[in-house]
């Protein structure tokens, strides 16, 4: 019989959150440095497994590239 899923998984280790790790408290839309490191290859937003930021960080992070991009500061998509 093989090994069940649960015991063949490693212990993952923590990484830290990388806005925390930053000292940033407030997302701002026009820092499309910052919004750009959330932002997929294809333009998608990454999801908070993938960043490690929390649920309120991602809320804000999610408004805050969606107005960047209405305001043409973001790309909606990648370029082909």
Request: hydrophobic fraction near 30%; charge should be positive.
């Amino acid at each position: 019989m093989s090994p069940r899923r649960s015991d063949a998984r490693k212990p993952l280790k923590p990484r830290p959150n990388p806005l925390d790790q930053a000292g940033i408290t407030y997302i701002d839309y026009k820092d499309t440095d910052l919004l750009r490191k959330f932002i997929s290859d294809r333009g998608k937003i990454r999801s908070r497994r993938v960043t490690r930021v929390s649920a309120q960080q991602q809320r804000l992070l999610a408004r805050a590239i969606k107005n960047a991009r209405e305001m043409a500061l973001l790309p909606y998509s990648s370029v082909r």
